[in-house]
């Protein structure tokens, strides 16, 4: 097989349903013996799956903690802390670098 099969038969997954006779058969006749695709209509039922679960807002507990971690995040740091950090990315070079 070469990959535009596969390509071929994740646009027929992807739009299954909708699929004629025909199209079913050759995409079963393709999973049969194609493991990645398996697992590609493996994920895409899944996703299905989830798609139909409730959705549920977070508790004010945990929106407050995460609206202040990303603010936390987002905040502009001082420059002394900016160049502390370039300082641990060039103190491990070393490291993975031979220099004999
Ligand atoms: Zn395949």
Request: aromatic share 8%.
């Amino acid at each position: 097989m070469n990959p535009a099969d596969h390509q071929q038969i994740r646009l027929l997954l992807a739009h299954y349903r909708g699929s004629t006779d025909s199209e079913r058969a050759h995409v079963e006749a393709h999973l049969a013996g194609c493991a990645d695709c398996r697992t590609v209509r493996a994920y895409q039922q899944q996703n299905l799956a989830l798609r139909t679960l409730p959705s549920r807002a977070p508790t004010t507990r945990l929106y407050h903690h995460l609206t202040d971690e990303i603010a936390r995040q987002q905040a502009p740091r001082p420059w002394y802390q900016r160049l502390s950090a370039g300082w641990h990315s060039w103190r491990s070079l070393p490291s993975c670098c031979s220099l004999s």
